[in-house]
């Protein structure tokens, strides 16, 4: 049975993350960075884990009942 889930992004999930942003992007965001979104009063952030591996997350803030999205990247072998 395939273990498919959404949830919140934690600390835990910063190395993984890091790990697909720099395989991602050139320009990429550190994992301060990361940290610091994971902390902002305004913040929402998901990833989506399969079969206990990171496929990709999402980061946004909700702000006046508007969620504004900063980032989503999925891991380039699943795009």
Do not use: P
């Not at 803030?61 to 699943?78: A, C, G």
């Amino acid at each position: 049975m395939l273990n498919n889930y959404i949830q919140n992004i934690k600390h835990s999930h910063l190395n993984a993350i890091v790990g697909i942003e720099k395989k991602s992007y050139n320009s990429q965001w550190i994992k301060e960075h990361f940290d610091c979104d994971i902390n902002h009063l305004c913040s929402i952030n998901y990833t989506y884990i399969k079969d206990d591996e990171l496929m990709g997350y999402l980061f946004g803030y909700l702000i006046d009942n508007e969620y504004h999205l900063n980032k989503i990247t999925v891991k380039r072998v699943y795009r």
